[in-house]
């Protein structure tokens, strides 16, 4: 990613690294009368088994606040999981305004046998500006098989509510959930924790002890 530029002199080095980004991005330059440089952009990293990436996920930089004051530059999205798909955009855009912050770095690495990227979005765009555009900055797809990742665990199921419709959360509600996430059936579900009141706690102790987790 570059750093935010200044108005006037050479543009400030570009760093970080396009295979393993991992940085913030730098605030812009300040301007004439006290106005500011923009903040830099995020740094925003998912470790998953499954990503979904729908809708927006940005680390841009945000404008300079008035004349003469740089954008600052992109910080780093960084997506790792072996199951990946969705329609979002990953942005890490500099920021505009009279001087444009560089772009940052976007990556996302997946299996490709197991993933559906097609509908992804990435983006590292500099900034607009009008005394000066910000660089672009760099984005990448890269396949990984799933090995490298390691074996997926179990999902864990989500915390049962009432499942059989008798608005009350019980014993019967968890016999059910558990039973579904499992495939068969588990009988005698009473009160795991012993502090007398059947609560999610107790829930969450049962499905944590019959999955292992």
Do not use: C
């Not at 393993?20 to 923009?38: E, K, R």
């Not at 930089?61 to 798909?85: L, R």
């Not at 765009?125 to 179990?154: C, D, K, N, Y």
């Not at 558990?178 to 969450?204: M, R, S, T």
Request: charged share 15%.
């Amino acid at each position: 990613m570059s750093r935010a530029r200044k108005l006037e002199g050479t543009p400030n080095p570009v760093y970080g690294n396009a295979d393993h980004p991992a940085a913030l991005g730098s605030g812009g330059s300040g301007g004439g009368v006290g106005n500011a440089g923009g903040d830099g952009g995020g740094w925003i990293r998912v470790r998953a088994n499954d990503a979904v990436l729908n809708g927006a996920m940005s680390a841009s930089g945000a404008p300079g606040t008035g004349w003469q004051a740089g954008g600052g530059s992109g910080g780093t999205i960084d997506v790792q999981a072996p199951v990946v798909h969705g329609t979002g955009l990953l942005a890490a855009d500099g920021g505009g305004n009279e001087v444009g912050g560089g772009g940052g770095r976007v990556r996302v690495l997946y299996d490709p046998t197991l993933s559906d990227v097609s509908g992804l979005t990435l983006r590292a765009a500099g900034g607009p500006g009008q005394w000066g555009v910000g660089q672009p900055g760099t984005t990448r797809l890269v396949t990984q098989p799933e090995s490298i990742f390691g074996p997926i665990p179990p999902k864990q199921p989500e915390m049962p509510a009432d499942v059989n419709g008798d608005k009350r959360l019980d014993s019967r509600d968890v016999q059910l959930a558990v039973n579904a996430a499992l495939g068969f059936k588990v009988e005698g579900l009473k009160d795991p924790n012993g502090d007398g009141v059947f609560n999610a706690l107790d829930v969450q102790i049962v499905v944590n002890a019959v999955l292992g987790f």
